[in-house]
């Protein structure tokens, strides 16, 4: 079976690339999933020491309402929202 010189390629990215994609894909679907997480009025950032003190501030003072508003703040990283999130999973400080 001879195929398209352009259906060819595609199938060779495919198979190079396609566990690349699909772990990309589920990175995002945990970030919207992420973007849902709601954060309770219990929990008090200058409570939290796994926070960076950079966080503890910003966070305690724009008060964001779910992880994903959270996210976009300025100066506040990936693992500053992976360890609220845990917070909140545990459901305790």
Known sequence: MDLPEE???QIEILARYGGYVEQEERGAKKAREAEMVRIPAWVEYARIPALRF???EKLGRIRPEDL???ARI???TP???AV???VIKRGRL
């Open 7 to 9: 259906v060819r390629a």
């Open 54 to 56: 950079e966080a503890r």
């Open 68 to 70: 994903g508003q959270m």
């Open 74 to 76: 300025p100066g506040i």
């Open 79 to 81: 693992a500053d929202v």
């Open 84 to 86: 609220l999130a845990v």
